[in-house]
C-alpha cells in the first residue's frame, strides 16, 4: 500500500472511506484530487450511528474525523446526500473540528439546521441551500445533483466530475415509479451521464441479496387501506419516523378508513414539520396531537409512533409500559410494525411484540401482511443503476463485508471491467491507471457518551461493560498512622447477590477478607496506603470470586489519621 513517488507528485483521483464501508451507518467518504501532498478533499455525508447494549452509556457512534482534520485547510465543502441520520446526524456534533462549507436541498438544510441549533451553532456555519439538479464547482470538483427515489424527501446522486474521470456517488436509493413525496427518479440525466463516461460507481449495498425489486411506496399506501380497514377498537402504526413517505401514507389510509391521525413521539413531530417547511405533506387533513387522544372514540384513532424497533424510549414502548402521560392502547387494539427488524434489534423488537400480545393486542408485521417496502435497491434496481451509469469501475458501499463482496460479484456478471471491495481507512487510488488501495489511514469511532465526544478506545465503556457484568464492591478503611484501623471498614456493594450457597452474605465475606489482609501485612507496610489498598483489593476480589464465580470490580479507599 506505498505510493510511489511518481504518484506523490502527480495528479490522483482517491476515494476514502472512514465510515458505511464494510458496516451500515455512520457514512463518511472522502474524494481527495490533486498529488497526494497537496490533495484537495471533498466529504460526501457525515452520519451517525446508534449505540446499543454492548456500549452501555453511548447514544451515538460516529466516524472518526482525525485524518480530515489534520487536513482540514483542504477541505473544500460537505456534500449531503439526504437527511437520514446515517448520513447528516453528525454534522452538528463534529463540523466545530472541520469548519467548512456545507451543501444541502432544502428539505435536508431544514433538518441539518434544526440540530445546528440545538447545539448553538447555525450562525457559525455556512449552510448553502441548493436547488434539485444543481450544478457547482468545489476547486477541482464540478458536482452535479441529481435526483433520485428513497424512503425520505429529495434524495439525490453526486455526480463528481474531475479532469480524471467522473464518479456517480449513490447515496441512499431505490427504483420507485410512484414515490408518494417529491420528484420521479431522473433516469434520464442518469444515462446522459452513463453515456458522458463515469470512471466509477460508488454504490449501495443494502440489499444486494434481496431479488427483484424494492417496490413502490404507493403499493404500501394501498395496501394500508386494506389492513386497516377492518381493524376494530384503537390502531397504532409505528415506523421510521424518517420515513417520511410512509406517514404520508399512513395518513391516506387513515383518512380513507374514517380515523383521524394523532403523531407520537418527539421525532415524529419534527419530522413533519421540516417536510411541511420544505413543502412536503399538502393536501393531508391536519395531524392531532396525543392531547386529542381522549377525546376520540378508539374506532376512530389512528397512531403513527415513534418505536418500531424496540427503543426503550421511544413512544411505543412508553405506551406498552403505560409510562405515557397521554396516550393508553388495551385489548382489542391493533399495533402495526409498518418497518423492517434492522439486524441486531432482534431481541428488543421482539420483547416489544410480545409485551403488546401478552396484553391482548393484534400484532401486524411485514410477515403477515404487505405494510412495508425497503428505500434500498434491490438486485434489479442495482442491474437497472449499472445499465445506465455503465461505470469502468464499481466500488460497493453501504453495508457489511458480506454485502459489498456480493455487490461486486453482481458488478462482474454485469461485465463491468473493475471492481474493488474496501472498508473503513483505505484508500483507493481510482485514477489514473487501474484502481488499486495505496494506503490504510488512521480511521475508528467516537463515541456521544451524554454531551461529551470521546474516541473509540478510551476504556470508559470497557469499565461499564465490567460493571454491568460483575458489579462493584466499594471498600473505604481509617487507619492511623501506625496502621491500626480506626472504626469499622466500611463495605458496599452494587450488583452482587445478597448472599452465596451457604448463605453468608456477600458483606460479610468482604469484612472477613478486608480482616485477613491486614493480618497478614507486615506493620511496616501497613504505614504504605497504595500497598494497603491494593492487598485489601486483591484479598476481597479473590474471596467474591471463590464463592461466585466472578471477578467483581473493587476499589479501595484509604483515609490516614
Same mark, same amino acid.
Given at each position: 500500500?506505498?505510493?510511489?513517488?511518481?504518484?506523490?507528485?502527480?495528479?490522483?483521483?482517491?476515494?476514502?472511506?472512514?465510515?458505511?464501508?464494510?458496516?451500515?451507518?455512520?457514512?463518511?467518504?472522502?474524494?481527495?484530487?490533486?498529488?497526494?501532498?497537496?490533495?484537495?478533499?471533498?466529504?460526501?455525508?457525515?452520519?451517525?450511528?446508534?449505540?446499543?447494549?454492548?456500549?452501555?452509556?453511548?447514544?451515538?457512534?460516529?466516524?472518526?474525523?482525525?485524518?480530515?482534520?489534520?487536513?482540514?485547510?483542504?477541505?473544500?465543502?460537505?456534500?449531503?446526500?439526504?437527511?437520514?441520520?446515517?448520513?447528516?446526524?453528525?454534522?452538528?456534533h463534529l463540523w466545530p473540528?472541520?469548519?467548512?462549507?456545507?451543501?444541502?436541498?432544502?428539505?435536508?438544510?431544514?433538518?441539518?439546521?434544526?440540530?445546528?441549533?440545538?447545539?448553538?451553532?447555525?450562525?457559525?456555519?455556512?449552510?448553502?441551500?441548493? +436547488?434539485?439538479?444543481?450544478?457547482?464547482?468545489?476547486?477541482?470538483?464540478?458536482?452535479?445533483?441529481?435526483?433520485?427515489?428513497?424512503?425520505?424527501?429529495?434524495?439525490?446522486?453526486? *455526480?463528481?466530475?474531475?479532469?480524471?474521470?467522473?464518479?456517480?456517488?449513490?447515496?441512499?436509493?431505490?427504483?420507485?415509479?410512484?414515490?408518494?413525496?417529491?420528484?420521479?427518479?431522473?433516469?434520464?440525466?442518469?444515462?446522459?451521464?452513463?453515456?458522458?463516461?463515469?470512471?466509477?460507481?460508488?454504490?449501495?449495498?443494502?440489499?444486494?441479496?434481496?431479488?427483484?425489486?424494492?417496490?413502490?411506496?404507493?403499493?404500501?399506501?394501498?395496501?394500508?387501506?386494506?389492513?386497516?380497514?377492518?381493524?376494530?377498537?384503537?390502531?397504532?402504526?409505528?415506523?421510521?419516523?424518517?420515513?417520511?413517505?410512509?406517514?404520508?401514507?399512513?395518513?391516506?389510509?387513515?383518512?380513507?378508513?374514517?380515523?383521524?391521525?394523532?403523531?407520537?413521539?418527539? *421525532?415524529?413531530?419534527?419530522?413533519?414539520?421540516?417536510?411541511?417547511?420544505?413543502?412536503?405533506?399538502?393536501?393531508?387533513?391536519?395531524?392531532?396531537?396525543?392531547?386529542?387522544?381522549?377525546?376520540?372514540?378508539?374506532?376512530?384513532?389512528?397512531?403513527?409512533?415513534?418505536?418500531?424497533?424496540?427503543?426503550?424510549?421511544?413512544?411505543?414502548?412508553?405506551?406498552?409500559?403505560?409510562?405515557?402521560?397521554?396516550?393508553?392502547?388495551?385489548?382489542?387494539?391493533?399495533?402495526?410494525?409498518?418497518?423492517?427488524?434492522?439486524?441486531?434489534?432482534?431481541?428488543?423488537?421482539?420483547?416489544?411484540?410480545?409485551?403488546?400480545?401478552?396484553?391482548?393486542?393484534?400484532?401486524?408485521?411485514?410477515?403477515? /401482511?404487505?405494510?412495508?417496502?425497503?428505500?434500498?435497491?434491490?438486485?434489479?434496481?442495482?442491474?437497472?443503476?449499472?445499465?445506465w451509469i455503465k461505470p469502468?469501475?464499481?466500488?460497493?458501499? /453501504?453495508?457489511?463485508?458480506? /454485502?459489498?463482496?456480493?455487490?461486486?460479484?453482481l458488478a462482474r456478471e454485469?461485465?463491468?471491467?473493475?471492481?474493488?471491495?474496501?472498508?473503513?481507512?483505505?484508500?483507493?487510488?481510482?485514477?489514473?491507471?487501474?484502481?488499486?488501495?495505496?494506503? +490504510?489511514?488512521?480511521?475508528?469511532?467516537?463515541?456521544?457518551?451524554?454531551?461529551?465526544?470521546?474516541? /473509540?478506545?478510551?476504556?470508559?465503556?470497557?469499565?461499564?461493560?465490567?460493571?454491568?457484568?460483575?458489579?462493584?464492591?466499594?471498600?473505604?478503611?481509617?487507619?492511623?498512622?501506625?496502621?491500626?484501623?480506626?472504626?469499622?471498614?466500611?463495605?458496599?456493594?452494587?450488583?452482587?447477590?445478597?448472599?452465596?450457597?451457604?448463605?453468608?452474605?456477600?458483606?460479610?465475606?468482604?469484612?472477613?477478607?478486608?480482616?485477613?489482609?491486614?493480618?497478614?501485612?507486615? *506493620?511496616?507496610?501497613?504505614?504504605?496506603?497504595?500497598?494497603?489498598?491494593?492487598?485489601?483489593?486483591?484479598?476481597?476480589?479473590?474471596?467474591?470470586?471463590?464463592?461466585?464465580?466472578?471477578?467483581?470490580?473493587?476499589?479501595?479507599?484509604?483515609?490516614?489519621?
Amino acid at each position: 500500500m506505498k505510493k510511489s513517488a511518481a504518484h506523490a507528485t502527480s495528479d490522483e483521483l482517491v476515494f476514502l472511506p472512514l465510515g458505511g464501508s464494510g458496516e451500515i451507518g455512520m457514512n463518511l467518504n472522502l474524494y481527495g484530487f490533486g498529488p497526494a501532498r497537496s490533495r484537495k478533499w471533498l466529504m460526501v455525508d457525515l452520519g451517525v450511528t446508534f449505540g446499543n447494549d454492548s456500549i452501555p452509556g453511548i447514544d451515538l457512534i460516529m466516524a472518526d474525523t482525525a485524518f480530515i482534520e489534520d487536513r482540514a485547510d483542504d477541505l473544500l465543502g460537505l456534500i449531503l446526500t439526504h437527511a437520514h441520520e446515517d448520513h447528516i446526524g453528525a454534522v452538528a456534533h463534529l463540523w466545530p473540528r472541520l469548519r467548512c462549507p456545507v451543501y444541502a436541498t432544502p428539505f435536508t438544510a431544514t433538518l441539518v439546521r434544526a440540530k445546528l441549533m440545538e447545539k448553538g451553532i447555525e450562525s457559525d456555519v455556512p449552510l448553502n441551500i441548493v +436547488e434539485l439538479g444543481a450544478r457547482f464547482t468545489l476547486g477541482p470538483f464540478d458536482i452535479e445533483y441529481v435526483t433520485l427515489t428513497h424512503s425520505i424527501p429529495e434524495p439525490n446522486a453526486i *455526480a463528481i466530475r474531475t479532469s480524471l474521470g467522473t464518479i456517480m456517488h449513490t447515496g441512499d436509493w431505490k427504483i420507485d415509479p410512484e414515490p408518494m413525496l417529491g420528484d420521479k427518479m431522473d433516469i434520464a440525466r442518469l444515462a446522459e451521464i452513463g453515456e458522458e463516461g463515469v470512471r466509477a460507481i460508488v454504490c449501495d449495498s443494502t440489499n444486494v441479496f434481496s431479488p427483484g425489486t424494492a417496490g413502490s411506496e404507493a403499493d404500501v399506501a394501498r395496501s394500508l387501506i386494506e389492513v386497516i380497514r377492518p381493524c376494530t377498537g384503537r390502531v397504532a402504526v409505528t415506523a421510521f419516523a424518517s420515513n417520511v413517505a410512509r406517514v404520508q401514507s399512513i395518513a391516506k389510509a387513515a383518512e380513507a378508513c374514517d380515523r383521524h391521525c394523532i403523531l407520537v413521539g418527539r *421525532a415524529m413531530f419534527r419530522l413533519v414539520s421540516a417536510a411541511r417547511e420544505a413543502g412536503y405533506l399538502e393536501g393531508l387533513p391536519p395531524f392531532l396531537t396525543e392531547h386529542d387522544f381522549g377525546y376520540l372514540p378508539p374506532e376512530k384513532v389512528l397512531l403513527i409512533c415513534t418505536g418500531s424497533q424496540g427503543e426503550p424510549r421511544a413512544a411505543l414502548s412508553r405506551i406498552v409500559e403505560d409510562s405515557h402521560p397521554n396516550i393508553t392502547l388495551t385489548r382489542g387494539d391493533t399495533v402495526i410494525f409498518s418497518s423492517r427488524v434492522i439486524p441486531g434489534n432482534e431481541t428488543s423488537i421482539f420483547d416489544l411484540q410480545n409485551r403488546l400480545s401478552e396484553r391482548g393486542m393484534r400484532i401486524i408485521t411485514e410477515r403477515d /401482511h404487505f405494510v412495508h417496502v425497503s428505500g434500498h435497491p434491490c438486485r434489479d434496481d442495482l442491474v437497472s443503476m449499472y445499465q445506465w451509469i455503465k461505470p469502468e469501475l464499481a466500488i460497493p458501499v /453501504h453495508g457489511e463485508a458480506r /454485502h459489498l463482496a456480493e455487490h461486486a460479484a453482481l458488478a462482474r456478471e454485469l461485465q463491468v471491467p473493475e471492481t474493488i471491495t474496501t472498508r473503513n481507512g483505505l484508500m483507493t487510488r481510482i485514477a489514473p491507471g487501474p484502481a488499486e488501495v495505496i494506503e +490504510e489511514v488512521e480511521h475508528g469511532r467516537i463515541y456521544l457518551d451524554g454531551d461529551v465526544l470521546t474516541v /473509540h478506545d478510551e476504556g470508559a465503556v470497557q469499565e461499564r461493560r465490567k460493571l454491568a457484568f460483575s458489579g462493584a464492591v466499594f471498600v473505604s478503611l481509617v487507619l492511623d498512622e501506625l496502621g491500626e484501623v480506626r472504626g469499622e471498614p466500611q463495605v458496599r456493594l452494587h450488583g452482587l447477590p445478597d448472599q452465596d450457597n451457604y448463605g453468608e452474605t456477600f458483606e460479610d465475606l468482604a469484612l472477613d477478607a478486608i480482616d485477613d489482609a491486614l493480618d497478614r501485612l507486615p *506493620a511496616k507496610r501497613r504505614k504504605d496506603d497504595d500497598a494497603v489498598g491494593e492487598l485489601v483489593r486483591r484479598t476481597v476480589r479473590g474471596a467474591i470470586r471463590r464463592e461466585w464465580g466472578k471477578k467483581a470490580q473493587v476499589s479501595v479507599v484509604v483515609t490516614r489519621i
